[in-house]
């Protein structure tokens, strides 16, 4: 057995689990997944305190699915997530884990999706279920007997869900399942709020703490750029134009697209090769060598594949697929700027990603900086200063050698001199034409950059009575009775819109809380499904009841 897999073994998880993981690529449990799951199997209510980061989701997951009857087609494990995006990743986490476990059936249960099919996967019955707290409600209002069989419940990132306003809907969730069921209850923070709802609804729980020690290595120059998913591999090639590095891994999600952007980097000239599970250690072996010895300067690769991998001449990573967690970032950084050197690593974000970017910044307490696509003029010089290198050796003695020749096929071709050293190069190139023009044309298209936090509290009267700021293009104002008076903070109001409008953060403008009421914009293009999507919707245990607002 390796060592890998006896990490996990010892933990006494079902095999197909713990072969499950070992797939994924994890070499030993973190400390958290060392501390909980073993509590959890052996059925105590647990209070786990560790940052996103440090591996909480298997340390949940794990045991749960463990404890899964697969006799049962009935929900049997119930985990609470803040926002659609976190229940989307634990959902795909357990389907990750449970892929040697046939029968296991995961439902992810948020707003902004159809009701219908949530509906028939639970009424099929999904023995586990990912919900946001607002989704749920409207699932209970429905049927109150939906959780009358879970016996298991998680509370991801509850600071999180109480700081959404999310404590009603909380209250109303627990009292719809058995008493006898097992909670566990995972938070960054432990607030009074946290410790309240502890005190109320678990029995004698166990606590575990853990302080995340991810740090990444000063010398790597972090920054990420924007991006839509179908423009990668088109971005990928324009920052290769004027990236000067000497060798360059590439950390792509799946084995398909190792080959795939492998494939697109060898067609434009990169010595480039992939490098995945399905590859054999021997063939793995002869890759990592010919990059070590610069017979390939490009390597694209899975977390799997990679692991343990130690060239020093890489000076660049590329994340072209967003990590699954910051531990898996860290480690993918840490392929450069080894030995004492100096490395940069990139990495490439569409929108629905930037939560993770968060994480990601939170967790290792570095700031990532934000790099725009090259300019069409930086790729033209940069093209041009890779002909001029190419060209440089050649000149020396071209007169002499060619010299003659060149007169020759200028007298033969009834051309000047300077028309047949552009039909050289023409051919030099393969056509490729070296202006503004073309370039700019080949620009990929990129997301436009979004503020960070879009909000705006409440300041008391003066703000009550100020005009509301002017609108961007294409959205609409809307107002709902509820603001500071009500304990509203901007933060209640984005998370409520975004769990159950279905909207990307980036689609939300600004939000003004006032005293009595507060102001949102929102896309103009199909308002009114949006409105009445939330028409139900409850923040801090009221109402939203958002209108479109008449300046007039």
Do not use: W
């Amino acid at each position: 057995m390796t060592q890998e897999t006896g990490g996990f073994a010892a933990l006494d998880l079902h095999p197909s689990i713990v072969a499950a993981v070992i797939a994924t690529g994890y070499e030993e449990p973190s400390a958290i997944q060392q501390q909980s799951i073993p509590l959890i199997l052996a059925g105590h209510d647990l209070i786990g305190q560790a940052q996103t980061g440090t591996g909480k989701t298997a340390a949940f997951a794990l045991p749960v699915l463990h404890k899964i009857d697969l006799s049962k087609r009935e929900p049997q494990a119930l985990i609470l997530a803040p926002t659609r995006e976190l229940a989307l990743q634990v959902a795909t986490a357990f389907e990750t884990y449970a892929k040697q476990m046939p029968g296991v059936s995961v439902v992810a249960v948020y707003g902004g999706a159809p009701m219908g099919p949530q509906i028939k996967a639970l009424r099929q019955g999904a023995q586990i279920i990912v919900a946001t707290p607002g989704r749920l409600c409207d699932h209970l209002r429905r049927d109150d007997k939906v959780l009358a069989t879970v016996n298991h419940l998680v509370l991801d990132e509850a600071d999180e869900m109480l700081k959404l306003g999310f404590m009603d809907d909380l209250e109303v969730i627990f009292n719809a399942m058995p008493a006898s069921r097992q909670t566990v209850l995972f938070s960054a923070t432990l607030p009074p709020s946290i410790r309240a709802i502890a005190e109320r609804h678990l029995k004698e729980p166990k606590h575990v703490k853990i302080q995340s020690k991810t740090q990444t290595v000063a010398a790597i120059e972090q920054a990420y750029m924007q991006v839509h998913a179908d423009q990668k591999a088109q971005a990928v090639l324009r920052l290769l134009e004027v990236e000067e590095f000497d060798a360059l891994i590439a950390f792509v999600r799946t084995k398909q697209a190792t080959l795939d952007l492998a494939s697109a980097l060898e067609a434009k000239g990169y010595k480039a090769a992939a490098l995945n599970g399905d590859i054999a250690q021997n063939q793995r072996e002869r890759v990592i060598e010919s990059l070590k010895d610069g017979r390939l300067d490009i390597v694209v690769a899975t977390d799997v594949a990679a692991r343990g991998l130690d060239v020093p001449r890489i000076t660049h990573v590329f994340n072209v697929d967003m990590p699954y967690d910051p531990e898996s970032y860290v480690h993918r950084i840490g392929r450069t700027g080894r030995a004492g050197r100096e490395g940069r690593a990139l990495l490439l974000v569409t929108p629905r990603e930037r939560r993770m970017l968060q994480v990601i910044e939170r967790v290792t307490g570095q700031k990532v900086s934000e790099v725009r696509l090259p300019a069409p003029q930086a790729v033209l010089d940069a093209r041009i200063k890779k002909l001029t290198k190419s060209l440089l050796p050649l000149v020396a003695d071209a007169e002499a050698s060619h010299g003659e020749l060149f007169d020759r096929l200028a007298t033969d071709l009834g051309c000047t001199p300077r028309a047949l050293a552009a039909a050289l190069l023409r051919k030099a190139t393969n056509g490729q034409a070296l202006d503004l023009a073309s370039v700019e044309r080949e620009q990929p298209l990129v997301p436009t950059a979004a503020p960070r936090e879009r909000s705006e509290r409440s300041q008391g009267g003066e703000r009550e009575r100020r005009a509301p700021i002017p609108l961007g293009e294409g959205r609409a104002r809307c107002r709902t009775a509820l603001g500071a008076r009500d304990g509203i903070a901007a933060k209640n109001l984005l998370g409520a819109i975004l769990n159950e409008g279905g909207l990307a953060r980036d689609a939300i403008g600004r939000i003004q809380v006032r005293e009595s009421f507060s102001l949102v914009e929102l896309p103009e293009d199909g308002l009114d499904r949006l409105l009445t999507k939330l028409k139900d919707t409850r923040v801090a245990g009221k109402q939203l009841k958002l209108r479109r607002y008449r300046e007039d």
